[in-house]
């Protein structure tokens, strides 16, 4: 393969993926950051069903029964690359609350150790498990103390042992407090 086969593929491929990250202040007071994260879930390993639930389809990669109550404690790399750097953790709860399977009530604590910002971001809401699904950011840590916003986490491979799931931060702070 030519050289310049393989950087089409790299500039095609592998950067869309990448971790993005931008920042900005707006008119109205309120400073932003906006970038992307991988969350990378294994059953059995970092994602565990606790209680199984009562009725609907079984267990597969993307559904689980109705009132199924599941953990999950999962790294959040920059890639979609389950080897790649790991920055972050999500760990948290969902319980299934679609009769179809793929609808869940979320709750989680969004742990990041980045070169520029470390702290946590707590988000609670719906989410679908194969569609894109809106969380709003209820509260914040460290440098992301007073953060408001929301993100939205949308499935990238939900074959295999371990799935993975595009997160972008949509995050926004207030006047009064201290960004960075």
Request: zero cysteines; aromatic letters at 12%.
């Amino acid at each position: 393969m030519a050289l310049s086969q393989l950087y089409l593929i790299f500039v095609f491929l592998v950067l869309p993926y990448k971790a993005i990250s931008t920042s900005h202040s707006h008119t109205n007071g309120l400073k932003s950051l906006h970038f992307s994260l991988f969350q990378q879930e294994t059953i059995n390993k970092t994602g565990y069903i606790i209680v199984n639930g009562v009725a609907g389809p079984g267990v597969t990669q993307t559904t689980t029964p109705f009132g199924t109550l599941f953990v999950f404690q999962d790294p959040l790399t920059i890639t979609p690359n389950f080897t790649s750097q790991v920055v972050g953790t999500a760990e948290g709860t969902s319980i299934t609350s679609g009769l179809d399977g793929l609808q869940s009530i979320s709750i989680a604590k969004i742990t990041l150790n980045m070169k520029r910002r470390k702290g946590s971001i707590s988000v609670v809401g719906g989410t679908h498990n194969i569609k894109p699904s809106d969380h709003p950011i209820v509260g914040g840590t460290g440098d992301f103390l007073f953060v408001q916003g929301y993100l939205t986490s949308s499935p990238v491979n939900l074959t295999g042992l371990t799935v993975t799931y595009r997160i972008e931060f949509h995050l926004f702070w207030p006047p009064y407090a201290n960004f960075r």
